[in-house]
T-cell receptor
Framework: AQKVTQAQTEISVVEKEDVTLDCVYE???????LFWYKQPPSGELVFLIR??????QNEISGRYSWNFQKSTSSFNFTITASQVVDSAVYFC?????????????????FGKGTLLTVNP | GAVVSQHPSWVICKSGTSVKIECRSL??????MFWYRQFPKQSLMLMAT?????????EQGVEKDKFLINHASLTLSTLTVTSAHPEDSSFYIC??????????FGPGTRLTVT
């Protein structure tokens, strides 16, 4: 069974600080996808990134960057120069393929989430 | 593109009544839709997976007779909470899968059972 661990339950920083959210995963699949989602107080999940297991290149998107280390089964997320609007719960998720009576599909397993609070 | 809507966005019902939540993929056809439940300050837990035209697959511990899922078309799935009780109060989120590993999430429905 797959598992996603986000050890940091809550993080509090001051605006403009850099912050890294950790994510460690477990899976027996050789092909899998990793995701990060942001959930602001409104509740709607905001997709941030998808990374497949064969692509270990780090990615940068504006103030966001992701570090995928297959050797340590980690997929960490860094926000540079944090802003108050970054305050939210961030979820790391892992997808695995499965086959059931309805055909093949993919199951997402979420970590417990990290509540990030950015103070002015 | 890839917009998923849910209706209603919030609902309050009395204990013992049933509530139906709709999930629609607005600009694509979704062969598979998923239903999640999220309690306050907790993570999303998958309740069931529904494929168009077939019975839903429920996760372990989820009561099939209580949470009825119907995926009647490629753009609509419904979750009916039957005989709701206060412990069913939660945030219900649906997602739709479009031919890939990515799921597009709806905005969620907040259910309060009094």
């Amino acid at each position: 069974a797959q598992k996603v661990t986000q050890a940091q339950t809550e993080i509090s920083v001051v605006e403009k600080e850099d912050v890294t959210l950790d994510c460690v995963y477990e899976t027996r699949d050789t092909t899998y996808y990793l995701f990060w989602y942001k959930q602001p107080p409104s509740g709607e999940l905001v997709f941030l990134i998808r990374r497949n297991s064969f692509d270990e290149q780090n990615e940068i998107s504006g103030r966001y960057s992701w570090n995928f280390q297959k050797s340590t089964s980690s997929f960490n997320f860094t926000i540079t120069a944090s802003q108050v609007v970054d305050s939210a719960v961030y979820f790391c998720a892992l997808s695995e393929a499965r086959v059931d009576s309805g055909g093949s599909n993919y199951k997402l397993t979420f970590g417990k989430g990290t509540l990030l609070t950015v103070n002015p | 593109g890839a917009v998923v809507s849910q209706h209603p966005s919030w609902v309050i019902c009395k204990s013992g009544t049933s509530v139906k939540i709709e999930c629609r993929s607005l600009d694509f056809q979704a062969t598979t839709m998923f239903w999640y439940r999220q309690f306050p300050k907790q993570s999303l837990m998958l309740m069931a997976t529904s494929n168009e035209g077939s019975k839903a697959t429920y996760e372990q511990g989820v009561e099939k007779d209580k949470f009825l899922i119907n995926h009647a078309s490629l753009t609509l799935s419904t979750l009916t909470v039957t005989s709701a009780h206060p412990e069913d109060s939660s945030f219900y989120i649906c997602s739709a899968d479009w031919e890939g590993f990515e799921q597009y999430f709806g905005p969620g429905t907040r259910l309060t059972v009094t």
